[in-house]
């Protein structure tokens, strides 16, 4: 089964319940004010009309937030091409996403809680989960750490409590089936 890009925030521990290095989340950037061109309370007309300029990846994100109060910031460079989005849930959670492009059609999306505080990263190729998933707990601790390629999670995923103890480990073949899981002891 493939994972949608979007569906992996609220689906990664369904996912791989029971199942991230024990390292301490990464510094996460300076929150930036909205540019002049943001959008406050962006709309489903909005998302219609930007869409020829974004990523394709970031619609299913651009729909969630619609209509919400929500803040979107897209920052282009001098031909127009796209450099950066920056969407700001603009609920009580405080959830801001942001989304880089990489090289070729591949994105980083990291989101953040609160003031600046990483709960997610990952990558996006084509819409799909592609490379390093790492989730982290309120503490900063890595939560839950996995690999994907084509929108399967493959090889080790790990999930770790909030002091780093390693919780679980389930093993992906490259059909993204679990094929071992495995508890701690």
Same mark, same amino acid.
């Given at each position: 089964?493939?994972? +949608?890009?979007?569906?992996?925030?609220?689906?990664?521990?369904?996912?791989?319940?029971?199942?991230?290095?024990?390292? =301490? $989340?990464? #510094?996460?950037?300076?929150? #930036?004010?909205?540019?002049?061109?943001?959008?406050?309370?962006?709309?489903?007309?909005?998302?219609? @009309?930007?869409? /020829?300029?974004?990523? @394709?990846?970031?619609?299913?994100?651009?729909?969630?937030?619609?209509?919400?109060?929500?803040?979107?910031? %897209?920052?282009? !460079?001098?031909?127009?091409?796209?450099?950066?989005?920056?969407?700001?849930?603009?609920? #009580?959670? !405080? $959830?801001?996403?942001?989304?880089?492009?990489?090289?070729?059609? @591949?994105? *980083?999306?990291?989101?953040?809680?609160?003031?600046? @505080? %990483?709960?997610?990263?990952?990558?996006?190729?084509?819409?799909?989960?592609?490379? /390093?998933? %790492? =989730?982290?707990? +309120?503490?900063?601790?890595?939560?839950?750490?996995?690999?994907? *390629?084509?929108?399967?999670?493959?090889?080790?995923?790990?999930?770790?409590? =909030?002091?780093?103890?390693?919780?679980? /480990? %389930?093993?992906?073949?490259?059909?993204?089936?679990?094929?071992?899981?495995?508890?701690?002891?």
């Amino acid at each position: 089964m493939k994972i +949608p890009r979007f569906a992996i925030s609220t689906a990664a521990a369904a996912l791989l319940a029971g199942c991230c290095s024990t390292s =301490s $989340e990464p #510094a996460a950037p300076a929150e #930036a004010a909205p540019s002049a061109n943001a959008i406050r309370n962006y709309s489903e007309k909005d998302v219609a @009309r930007f869409k /020829e300029n974004l990523p @394709r990846c970031l619609e299913p994100a651009l729909r969630q937030f619609a209509g919400k109060g929500a803040v979107l910031d %897209v920052e282009s !460079d001098d031909k127009g091409a796209f450099r950066r989005a920056e969407i700001t849930s603009g609920n #009580a959670a !405080d $959830e801001r996403i942001v989304v880089t492009p990489e090289e070729g059609n @591949r994105f *980083r999306w990291t989101t953040f809680h609160g003031k600046n @505080r %990483v709960v997610e990263q990952h990558f996006d190729q084509g819409g799909l989960l592609d490379g /390093e998933f %790492v =989730s982290y707990h +309120p503490n900063g601790i890595v939560k839950l750490r996995a690999t994907a *390629r084509d929108g399967k999670f493959f090889g080790p995923a790990r999930n770790y409590d =909030s002091d780093g103890k390693l919780l679980s /480990e %389930v093993i992906y073949g490259d059909d993204g089936k679990a094929i071992k899981k495995d508890a701690a002891q």
